[in-house]
């Protein structure tokens, strides 16, 4: 069994409800035990900032699976949710991104392991420390660290529990 914490991210339709189907079909995946949900975060959107704000929580996993299997399973929810990929960074019903693979590490541009920006984001960072505030990375470095680093530029406020 490897842990893995997973990043669930909505801005268009019913975000609530986009994200609450996402852990419900992950709970349903085969090979996958959801074992912690943080909270629902908001935040302004970064990267494309023309777009509606993001809710975004993190799921903690137990899974049998490998990465590429873990992420074949992210895209099918995703699909699942409605998702249509046509601005790279554009709203989206539904993100799953792998932040963190048990001790994976890998460069593959197809799947960087740990997540490459996962050290930038507050709205990452945050419902990632509560889920898992003992959390270090396959390099060593606590999680907590990553999040002190940041500045205080990017607000990330709790806006409900799933
Ligand atoms: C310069 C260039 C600085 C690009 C930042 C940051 C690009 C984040 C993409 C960037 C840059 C992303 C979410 C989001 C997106 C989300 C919130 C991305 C991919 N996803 N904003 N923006 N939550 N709050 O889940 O993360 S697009
Ligand atoms: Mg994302
Ligand atoms: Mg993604």
């Not at 189907?21 to 975060?41: F, N, R, T």
């Not at 932040?99 to 460069?107: A, E, F, K, Q």
Request: charged share 30%; no cysteine.
């Amino acid at each position: 069994m490897t842990r893995a914490y997973l990043g669930l991210g909505s801005n268009e339709g019913d975000r609530m409800e986009n994200l609450r189907q996402g852990v419900m079909a992950l709970k349903e995946a085969d090979g996958v035990v959801v074992v912690g949900i943080s909270s629902v975060y908001e935040s302004e959107p970064v990267g494309m900032t023309d777009q509606p704000d993001f809710l975004n929580a993190v799921v903690a996993v137990e899974t049998t699976l490998d990465p590429n299997e873990l992420l074949e399973l992210a895209f099918e929810v995703e699909r699942r949710q409605g998702r249509q990929r046509l601005l790279r960074w554009g709203p989206r019903t539904l993100d799953v991104d792998l932040l963190v693979v048990g001790d994976v590490v890998s460069d593959d541009p197809a799947l960087t392991l740990p997540h490459p920006r996962l050290n930038e984001r507050r709205f990452v960072l945050e419902p990632l420390m509560e889920v898992e505030p003992e959390l270090r990375l396959p390099d060593g470095t606590p999680a907590g660290v990553l999040l002190e680093r940041l500045g205080g530029e990017q607000a990330v406020w709790k806006a409900g529990e799933l």
